[in-house]
């Protein structure tokens, strides 16, 4: 079984742009979270997808967004980026069901850099 | 949301078993003790979850005594591929994945 993957691996963007990533699941799957790690704050959750609607949001601000698709893959958009946004974005894809038991599979994550 | 305490950083040799311990005192009576791995530039991987007593897979054991207010993770004759940070973490019904700081272990030839 395929695993998860992210696309682009690696981005450039400048100051004031916006991004758009892109997560594909493992088959199956129909949750899609997303997290930001960096050296200073760590790995920081941003929100959850399930069955097309967000689940969980974590304490980032509205310049973070994103959805999720009936194939359960998932978009992550940052708009008017700033030089702190740049970091490792991983997206973590799972059955679905309650956390506690709900093993989360990463992607090998997509490095931001802004510029 | 179970806050965790885990050493920052461990040294071991190759062929040593390594047991990193984590805190987490306010756990809550739902919540499950799991461990990730992550190596640079990679996302984390599940290692190993437990409730209590121990439990035992192809890569790792898990300890967790009766009041869990602690565990430890037990990895056997390490070798260098398994240098890499360490998350614990305690994972409830609703909580989305709270990851600390993790342990980074080093392991010598």
């Known amino acids: 079984k395929a695993g998860v993957t992210q696309t682009p691996r690696y981005l450039i963007k400048t100051r004031g742009q916006q991004v758009t990533l892109s997560c594909s699941p493992i088959?199956?799957?129909?949750?899609v979270s997303w997290y930001q790690q960096t050296p200073g704050q760590g790995l920081q959750f941003l929100f959850e997808?399930?069955?097309?609607?967000?689940?969980n949001k974590g304490n980032f601000p509205g310049r973070f967004s994103g959805r999720q698709f009936s194939n359960s893959r998932s978009e992550m958009n940052v708009s008017t980026l700033e030089l702190g946004d740049s970091a490792l974005y991983l997206c973590a894809s799972s059955l679905g069901g309650a956390a506690s038991t709900d093993t989360q599979y990463f992607g090998p994550g997509t490095r931001l850099t802004v510029l | 949301l179970a806050k965790t305490t885990q050493p920052i950083s461990m040294d071991s040799y190759e062929g040593q078993e390594v047991n990193i311990t984590c805190s987490h005192n306010?756990?809550?009576?739902?919540?499950?003790i799991t461990w990730y791995q992550q190596f640079p530039s990679q996302g984390p991987r599940f290692i190993i979850q437990g409730y209590k007593t121990k439990v035992t897979n192809e890569v790792a054991s898990l300890f967790i005594p009766a009041d869990r207010k602690s565990s430890t993770l037990s990895l056997p004759r390490v070798s260098l591929s398994d240098t890499a940070v360490y998350y614990c973490?305690?994972?409830?019904?609703?909580?989305?994945?709270?990851f600390g700081t993790g342990t980074r272990l080093q392991v010598f030839p």
């Open positions: 088959s199956g799957h129909r949750s």
């Open positions: 306010n756990i809550a009576t739902n919540d499950y």
């Open positions: 973490l305690g994972v409830g019904n609703t909580d989305k994945l709270i």
């Open positions: 997808y399930f069955s097309e609607t967000q689940r």
